[in-house]
């Protein structure tokens, strides 16, 4: 085993790279409701959750995420995974 080791070194150092993740842009929210009996009227929704990343937000946090720019929020996410891959 230890010329065949020696060959293909098995007792080399590999480097762990850290790939650094991009921001979730938050562009599928779902809402949540505490009772049934208001399921379906988004307003009366108490949470809402990101279907990416599963982080929740409130209903004012909601609100505002979506009046944001998605086309920015979408190149932004483009822009920092081009950079992840070179």
């Known amino acids: 085993m230890g010329v065949f080791d020696k060959l293909f070194g098995a007792n080399s150092k590999k480097e762990s790279v850290a ?3 991009p921001p979730c842009p938050h ?3 779902v809402p949540r409701w505490d009772s049934a009996g208001d399921m379906g009227r988004e307003e009366l929704a108490t949470h809402f959750i990101c279907e990416a990343c ?3 937000f409130t209903p004012a946090e909601a609100s505002a995420l ?3 720019s998605l086309t920015e ?3 932004y996410q483009d822009a ?3 950079s992840n891959l070179n």
């Open 66 to 68: 979506r009046a944001g």
């Open 73 to 75: 929020r979408l190149v």
């Open 54 to 56: 599963h982080q929740e």
């Open 19 to 21: 790939v650094e993740t």
């Open 80 to 82: 920092a995974e081009d």
């Open 27 to 29: 562009t599928a929210l």
